[in-house]
């Protein structure tokens, strides 16, 4: 810390933890003596101590659970969302038990192999039957990895052990069934007996490829219906005691523009007509937005935002009714990437219109649809090559 005069009074000023390869200056301006800005120096001094500081001294010494806390609280929290970092707890908890009480610069790959090993032969924490999948023991090797790499890239540590401790082979499995041409005509001829709103979470999920928190954090100024354009750019999640909207997406790909199909952009014309009905009819009972552009799209009869599970809720009444196979919201976004895919549009425009950060993301979870448009290149290769021979 150091004192300069700054004015009529003095200023304290330090630099603190280096954070992305930067370190802010941290100050303070005292109007009175030099005497009474040493007093207020001390103080700071103290303050400061009391805090988790990246000194030399500190440098590798922090227990890994130490530095977890750290990097929610000055990197993830600034960067992910609020869904992400609930994930990245859940996921802590069993790093936490095997090596959170080992100091960083103790960590070695030998440990990472061995947690990785009794990852495999872990139980789950649900009480539901079978290990963990490779997908969630992917999961803790990709938060173990983001947290060594800040560690290195602040200057704590100089090598990164997860770097040389490979995770087991994962390959990504996509179990997911989707309807059928006959069974998909079946279910929609249904869906016509419902009301408005459920048809409507149905189409936008299946017809945009729209998340269940997309949908649910729509607001009505997000649709430009002479453009026949949505704009999705935050999403609705669940939290204990009710919803939170304005939340930002998972990734920043996630942010988008899509047109909007015809079918759908007739049904929130129709719903648009409903709410702005229901809304005048409670007159001072509503309890939106006062402006109805600033309205949510989905919310209840008094205008909060809805529960973004009600979905689920209706859909398991809804194929349990008509006799059709147990599906979850999430299917119908499946459905559409893979009716796209099947129908010739190239993994880009898929990627774009589902909102991943990029195409090979796509490309690995629909690679199952791939592979006859790939036999197709083949065919197609032998035709051209006999045609110039």
Known sequence: MAIRKRGQGYQIYFYGPMIDGERKMISKTIHGSLNEARKQEKILKAEVAKRIELTDADKGKMLLREFYMYWIENYAKNRKSYNTIKLYNKIFFRINVALGHKKLDSIQPTHLLKFYKNLQECCRLDNREGGLSQSTIKKHYILLSLLFSCAVKWQILYNNPVKYAEIPIYHYKNNKKIMQPDELKRFLEVLEKEPLKHK??????????????????????AIDFSQKIMSIDSQSIIVKGGVLTGQSLKTRGANRQLSIPMIVLDLLKQYRQETLGNRERLANKWEGQKSPE????????????????????????????????????????????SYLINAGVDLTTVASRLGHQNSTTTQVVYAHLLRPAEKNTAQIMDTILKRNR
């Open 200 to 221: 409507l979470w149905v189409y936008l999920a299946l017809g945009m490829g729209l998340r269940k928190g997309e949908i649910f954090g729509l607001k009505w100024l």
């Open 294 to 337: 600033e309205d949510m799209i989905f919310t209840t009869i008094l205008g909060k935002p809805a529960h973004p599970d009600s979905f689920a809720t209706w859909l398991r009444r809804f194929v349990k009714k008509y006799n059709f196979t147990a599906i979850s919201p999430h299917v119908f976004r499946h459905m559409s990437a």
